[in-house]
């Protein structure tokens, strides 16, 4: 029987719930422990799909089209898994599919209550993860907070599942926030005392406390948590915060952490690895040359809406021996102020996935600037597609070149709607999603950087590169390296002659991991290295 980990979180929001889960998975997989992880999220959306960046950050794609949470991406990049659609649940998810049993009938006229149809619900999508996984430990964040009216059911099927599996095969981590009081210089544990009351309060005794705090944590706060929580004193873990957080598996792993799980779960540990990762991290914390990189997007002022795209640089510049600094530039600002204080130091451009025509025409410039100025340059999703859109304007000379998603009377529609997206009528879950096949053009950039014929990538989106102009394009210069097997939709676009301008339909950001950056990335920090930009130099006019 599968053994399972519950980490829920108090206090506050965004205290670290997923990277201390993504941690603790790591931590178990250097042990030679088989772990699989979970995201069960409240909110009424049956996915994140359809929910502005602004309020939920980056939408990450699954291998099997699940929109879900952004912290399937740290799962992901910490414990070098392939999660699926069974690694994200949520309320809207739960109280449809109860809603549908129950028109069938398959309530035998019963009542359909919380407790247990929809506690059921949720109870069955642990263990289906469990059964599809085959993993030994199976961990299981909860989204929220504790107290929330909404993860309630989220809370009393977790309390459930003690009984349900036995409580040898159940763990209770609990992860709050100790506030720093500057007037009196001290840490503060009653939020925490206040946190756990109020998990005890469901039925749930936490076994472990993780301790959040921005300062360190003395002994006689962690006795005080323990001794008012009802906690042994060496299950209270402070976890202070680090400027990197691939580091949290280390501080974990020499904590009391793994013991604790090993012998409360009753596990049968091989022996202990982390020498790969500790390597990692003292290449990340070795002194690096900076490398200024800029992405040109439309919710910059939330860096989490593209949070796998800094992983992957940064994952690049790491095995490039380069601290890559980035700047957030927003496409709206270089439509009103132009790119000369934005772009002039970078050595390079990223302009990542979005939808919408708010900042189209800035993406555009910054498009146009990498080109004439040969400053390298890379299109993921909709950059793809403002690659090409600048490439008809500028150079083949079709100045109304547009997508139909923002201009949909474009006479010259050089991305325009699937075939496939024509009838679709709803949002959620709707567009094209998840892994597909990509063949690679022989001796192009992107052929050379993947270094084999054919990739698997995700995707998420509904346009595409139209083909009536890809004749046309391709004589002027801009040539489809890769394509779907059947040759019918392009999958990465690259300019010839240029030193690296390359964009991609899919996600490739999603595939990278901080110990085996993408190809595609480590390609493109590769190029912008070797770019020396002073930022002082006079600007020379766009043509």
Not at 7 to 23: P, Q
Not at 257 to 271: G, K, T, V
Not at 275 to 304: F, H, S, T
Not at 460 to 483: D, Q
Request: hydrophobic content about 40%.
């Amino acid at each position: 029987m599968a053994k399972y980990i519950f980490v829920t979180g108090g206090v506050v929001s965004s205290v670290g719930k997923g990277i201390a889960a993504a941690s603790i998975g790591r931590i178990l997989k250097s042990r030679g422990i088989t772990v699989t992880i979970q995201k069960l999220d409240p909110y009424l959306n049956v996915d994140p799909g359809t929910m502005s960046p602004y309020q939920h950050g980056e939408v990450f794609v699954t291998i099997d089209g699940c929109e879900t949470d952004l912290d399937l991406g740290h799962y992901e990049r910490f414990i070098d898994v392939e999660l699926t659609r069974v690694s994200n649940v949520t309320s809207g998810e739960i109280y449809s599919s109860v809603i549908a049993k129950e028109r069938r009938g398959d309530f035998l006229g019963g009542t359909t209550q919380v407790v247990p149809h929809v506690t059921n619900e949720i109870k069955m999508r642990m263990h289906r993860v469990a059964e599809e996984s085959k993993a030994e430990v199976i961990l299981v964040e909860v989204g929220g907070t504790v107290g929330d009216i909404e993860g309630q059911p989220f809370l009393e099927a977790i309390r459930q599942m003690r009984n349900d599996v036995g409580r040898n095969n159940v763990l209770y981590i609990h992860v709050t926030y100790l506030p720093y009081i500057y007037a009196t210089q001290e840490l503060k544990t009653k939020p925490t005392q206040h946190s756990v009351r109020e998990l005890r309060g469901v039925g749930i005794q936490p076994d472990v406390i993780l301790c959040r705090s921005d300062f360190p944590v003395a002994d006689d706060i962690k006795a005080k948590i323990a001794l008012f929580c009802d906690v042994k004193p060496a299950a209270v873990i402070p976890l202070v915060t680090t400027n990197n957080i691939y580091e949290v598996p280390i501080i974990l792993d020499e904590s009391a952490l793994p013991e604790i799980i090993i012998e409360e779960l009753r596990l049968h540990p091989a022996s202990k690895d982390l020498a790969e990762w500790r390597a990692l991290i003292r290449k990340m914390n070795a002194p690096k040359e900076q490398l200024a990189l800029a992405i040109v997007g439309k919710y910059v002022q939330l860096q989490d809406a593209y949070i796998s795209v800094r992983e992957a640089l940064r994952h690049a510049g790491i095995f490039l021996q380069r601290d890559v600094k980035l700047s957030w530039v927003s496409a709206e600002d270089l439509e009103r102020d132009g790119w000369e204080h934005a772009l002039s130091s970078v050595s390079g451009i990223v302009v990542p996935g979005g939808f919408g025509n708010r900042g189209i025409e800035g993406m555009i410039r910054a498009a146009q600037y990498a080109r004439e100025r040969e400053v390298p340059y890379l299109g993921l999703c909709l950059g793809m597609q403002i690659m090409v859109i600048e490439y008809a304007r500028n150079v083949l000379g079709l100045r109304d070149a547009n997508s139909t998603e923002f201009d949909p009377e474009s006479p010259h529609p050089v991305i325009d709607l699937m075939p496939g997206q024509r009838a679709v009528q709803g949002k959620g879950g709707t567009m094209r999603l998840g892994n597909y096949p990509c063949e690679l053009e022989a001796g192009s950039i992107a052929g050379e950087a993947y270094g084999q014929p054919q990739v698997v990538e995700r995707h998420r989106h509904r346009y595409e590169f139209n083909n009536a102009y890809r004749a046309a394009m391709a004589g002027a210069g801009l040539r489809a390296s890769g394509t779907s097997p059947d040759n019918k939709l392009v999958e990465i676009a690259e300019i010839k002659g240029h030193p690296f301008m390359l964009g991609t339909q899919f996600h490739p950001e999603f595939n990278s991991r901080p110990n085996r950056p993408h190809p595609l990335f480590h390609s493109f920090v590769g190029v912008a290295k070797g770019v020396i930009r002073e930022g002082g130099q006079p600007p020379l006019p766009l043509s």
